[in-house]
């Protein structure tokens, strides 16, 4: 009998003691919107290719590619703010699947016109900018959701070890789908987006979310507007490194989805080496996230920004253009850079914006970070014709570290510490006992 006691004391204690071989905020919520996060990405960033060479291989140029680009930016912008007032209303998971399954639509539909022949570039431009549309509704609930869920001791970390697995799964899905694009087509790519898209909702659509504290709307959708507006521009910091963006994420964005594709056409090879040199970015944000996991830098804003000066040197590189290996080195080392400006970036936000309005700041940062986008990505076609696609690339390089060096005038960029103790919030998160996030697309911005 006394053994019989003892057998099951241990049996307890191994049951009890099991889930301490993980973080305390790597729980159910958090596995579930890991897993998701890596289907998507491995979809979406072979997709990324494949749209542009369905472009191409419907008789599209250089211009083409810009304006559907610029078609799935445009709703992005638009719907953004509303994105993020309604995902401060709204359960967090239930915006996210509703998303995930208008993009879910918008690629099938796309793949059907790729496999059945040739697309116009009307249509082409109609289901990317669906696409956008769910992408707006998304990005500030995933934030929302990852911000509000975990701790300040351990945010930092949590946000690197889901960036990592993140961004893993894109250095996988852009050297697959230009393989896939190569072999295949882009319309078989497009097609297992569609699937991807539909198996992460599934797998958001069981999270569980009756620990997170309720959010008790204000008085109307635009007067969160303005609570969130006076929330992001009463932080210099803030609204200075988005400003810095608006103009980093356009020039970056027209080089790699508009630029990137025609001199891999034209002097790399097509398809597959430029996923190879994509492959290297996502490499590269890779190891910047492993390095995160250990590495914690007291002032992150200012560690954060002297990493985006690196964002320069693709665009320098494509304008030589330089061979594939070096390519692919100047890649890498970009990846590793801008992870290490997201971390902590993301760190900022958790630690300095209240719980309730994440949503709302988060979608006033996208909103600013990618409203030149659309303008960028349209003009990068004209831009070629009129200064040649060199210039063009030069231009976008010496945009790049102008901003960051003007960003780095702003004091409280230089100077925002890192806090080792968890950050009172508006809303109480000591209620919220397993980790959950998804910061799927989040760059930030550029990963």
């Known amino acids: 009998m006394g053994r019989d006691a003892a057998g099951e004391s241990r049996r307890v204690n191994s049951a009890v003691d099991a889930p301490r071989h993980r973080p305390s905020w790597a729980g159910r919520n958090y596995s579930l919107l890991t897993a998701a996060a890596v289907v998507t990405n491995l ?13 191409l291989d419907a008789g599209g140029d250089g211009a083409d590619v810009g304006l559907v680009a610029a078609a799935r930016t445009l709703p992005l912008v638009l ?43 009307w249509q082409m431009m109609l289901l990317t900018a669906l696409g956008g549309m769910g992408q707006a509704f998304f990005s500030p609930a995933a934030e929302g959701m990852l911000m509000s869920s975990v701790t300040g001791e351990q945010a930092s970390r949590a946000f690197a070890l889901f960036r990592m697995a993140m961004q893993g799964a ?3 899905g852009a050297a697959l789908g230009g393989a896939m694009v190569a072999v295949t087509g882009p319309g078989w790519v497009l097609a297992a987006d569609a699937l991807a898209f539909a198996v992460a909702g599934s797998l958001r659509a069981f999270l ?14 635009l007067a969160d507007l303005r609570d969130g507006w006076r929330e992001f521009t009463g932080r210099p910091w803030l609204w200075a490194i988005v400003a810095q963006f608006s103009v980093v994420v356009a020039v970056v964005g027209a080089a790699e989805s508009v630029f990137g594709p025609l001199v891999a056409r034209d002097s790399l090879g097509g398809a597959g080496p430029w996923g190879l040199a994509l492959g290297a970015f996502g ?121 960051t060096a003007a960003v780095l005038c702003v004091p409280d960029v230089r100077n925002l510490t890192r806090r080792t103790k968890a950050v009172a919030r508006a809303t109480p998160v000591s209620d919220v006992v397993l980790g959950s996030a998804d910061a799927e697309g989040s760059v930030g911005r550029l990963g």
């Not at 995160?292 to 690196?310: E, H, I, K, N, S």
């Not at 600013?368 to 200064?387: D, K, N, R, W, Y």
């Open 43 to 55: 979809g979406s960033h072979g997709a990324l290719i494949a749209a542009a060479f369905a472009v």
């Open 79 to 121: 719907f953004l703010l509303i994105g993020g007032a309604v995902a401060d209303r709204l359960p967090r998971h239930r915006v996210m699947v509703a998303a995930n399954a208008l993009n879910c639509l918008s690629q099938a539909a796309f793949a059907v016109l790729v496999l059945a022949g040739e697309p116009r570039l």
């Open 170 to 172: 894109g250095l996988g």
């Open 208 to 221: 569980d979310v009756s620990h997170i504290p309720s959010r008790v709307p204000g008085g109307g959708m």
């Open 283 to 403: 490499a590269g944000t890779v190891g910047g996230a492993l390095l995160m996991t250990r590495w914690q830098p007291r002032r992150l804003l200012l560690a954060g920004t002297l990493c985006v000066f690196p964002l320069a040197a693709p665009s320098a590189a494509l304008a030589v253009p330089v061979p594939l290996g070096a390519l692919c080195a100047v890649m890498f080392v970009s990846g590793l850079a801008i992870e290490v400006f997201g971390v902590s970036w993301m760190t900022a936000l958790h630690q300095e914006i209240p719980e309730d309005k994440l949503s709302r700041v988060s979608a006033y940062d996208w909103f600013g970070s990618i409203a030149m986008v659309p303008l960028a990505t349209a003009l990068a076609g004209p831009a070629e014709q009129a200064f040649g696609r060199g210039a063009s690339l030069w231009g976008c390089a010496v945009l790049v570290v102008v901003v």
